[in-house]
């Protein structure tokens, strides 16, 4: 079992930016891939970005060019810098994790993007 706990979502206005924080219950050599979905009212889930346990990654093309995603091996943490930020940015931001073909989910924190 995974536990994922999620920080740093928030009210942020167009432009600005804000760094969204996921920390892994246990080691996160462990797991093959941890990173960000989300999904905004009357839209799918969409991926955001995930970093692999070979330090790859991969970034949504919506975000792609204003979003990173890096991790701190020693803190078990994935973190999502959101920089440039939109109002269609503005969405629940759900951590998740695979590790041997289980996911887990953290509980969301809400990205709210607006003047």
């Known amino acids: 079992q995974v536990q994922l706990v999620e920080s740093g979502g928030g009210l942020v206005q167009p432009g600005g930016s804000l760094r969204l924080s996921c920390a892994a219950s246990?080691?996160?050599?462990?797991?093959?891939?941890m990173g960000w979905y989300r999904r905004a009212p009357g839209k799918e889930r969409e991926l955001v970005a995930v970093?692999?346990?070979?330090?790859?990654?991969k970034i949504g093309d919506p975000v792609k060019g204003r979003f990173t995603i890096s991790r701190d091996n020693a803190k078990n943490t994935v973190y999502l810098q959101m920089n440039s930020l939109k109002p269609e940015d503005t969405a629940v931001y759900y951590c998740?994790?695979?590790?041997?073909?289980?996911?887990?989910w953290g509980q969301g924190t809400q990205v709210t993007v607006s003047s």
């Open positions: 970093i692999f346990s070979d330090g790859g990654s």
């Open positions: 246990t080691s996160i050599f462990s797991i093959n891939a």
């Open positions: 998740y994790a695979l590790r041997n073909a289980n996911s887990y």
